[in-house]
């Protein structure tokens, strides 16, 4: 009677860990997203040239 009560314990324990890591897995790799990901466009500071001039190479 107490074996089997183990193995009921250890199973249900090994479903519940499997369950939890299921579920971090694909939100943490956000696997199961309904919506898609934006990307944006960088934001340009205000005080930043469009077209800054080059470094100086160092011979």
């Known amino acids: 009677m107490l074996k089997r009560l ?8 090994a479903a519940g860990l499997a369950i939890v890591s299921y579920w ?9 997203s309904q919506k ?5 466009e960088p934001i340009a500071k205000p005080n930043q040239k469009e077209n800054p001039k080059p ?5």
């Open 6 to 13: 183990e193995q009921v314990t250890a199973l249900v324990v």
């Open 36 to 40: 898609p990901m934006r990307i944006s």
């Open 24 to 32: 971090l897995f694909f939100s943490w790799a956000q696997g199961d």
């Open 55 to 59: 470094l100086p190479r160092a011979n």
